[in-house]
């Protein structure tokens, strides 16, 4: 079993939607944890980490929930310009981040 | 402030060549990581360096690679006799010592025909 799995998508929603994604990971010793976003022949970029009580940032909510190992990302009022994949990474209090294959989201007009 | 810079942002090589990417991480940054990152696939872990310490090597896949760090800043990915399945995407990170965020350059597209 990977260590971050991501669903792939695409996940195909209309402008104005909601969209939730969500990420497991199998270290029951992840400390820490991030979502990333990677437009199309870009680098990845952070765009929040989530911390343990959950974190908000204007559309984009991040929740983690220890029990079922998972991360999640919900975005409100889905824009054009949220297309995108994006990525979850994971730390174990080390020095490295473990990143998932990344899910694909298109908003279509 | 400038961001982590990465160098040739393209390469294309033959089969066999060797090749050398540069990158520049953040002033400050004490580590800094090595990525690749193949069509549709995840960050490939490759090497991570973190001040004066010895690297951590672990993640690359064959003694054709190799990585240094002058000076505790600039680093360069050396990879030789390239291969075709070496083509992908590298990318180099940094953040600094007391954050685990990394902060990623534009990457080095290589393609090795």
């Known amino acids: 079993r990977k260590e971050v799995e991501q669903d792939p998508g695409p996940f195909n929603v209309p402008e104005g939607a909601t969209v939730a994604f969500n990420c497991t990971y199998s270290n029951s010793a992840s400390q820490s944890f991030f979502w990333y976003r990677q437009d199309c022949r870009k680098e990845p970029k952070l765009l929040m980490s989530v911390y343990s009580s959950g974190n908000e940032d204007g559309r984009f909510t991040a929740q983690l929930n220890r029990a079922s190992q998972y991360i999640s990302l919900l975005i409100r009022d889905s824009k054009l310009s949220d297309s995108a994949t994006y990525l979850c990474?994971?730390?174990?209090?080390?020095?490295?981040?473990?990143f998932g294959k990344g899910t694909k989201l298109s908003v279509i007009p | 402030g400038a961001g982590v810079s990465q160098s040739p942002s393209n390469k294309v090589t033959e089969k066999g060549k060797d090749v050398e990417l540069r990158c520049d991480p953040i002033s400050g940054h004490t580590a800094l990581y090595w990525y690749r990152q193949s069509l549709g696939q995840g960050l490939e872990f490759l090497i991570y360096f973190q001040g004066n310490s010895a690297p951590d090597k672990s993640g690359l896949p064959s003694d054709r690679f190799s990585a240094e760090r002058t000076g505790g800043s600039v680093s360069t990915l050396t990879i030789q006799r390239t291969q075709q399945e070496d083509s992908a995407v590298y990318l180099c990170a940094s953040r600094p010592r007391s954050q685990e965020t990394q902060y990623f350059g534009p990457g080095t597209r290589l393609l090795v025909l």
């Open positions: 990474g994971s730390g174990a209090g080390s020095y490295q981040l473990t």
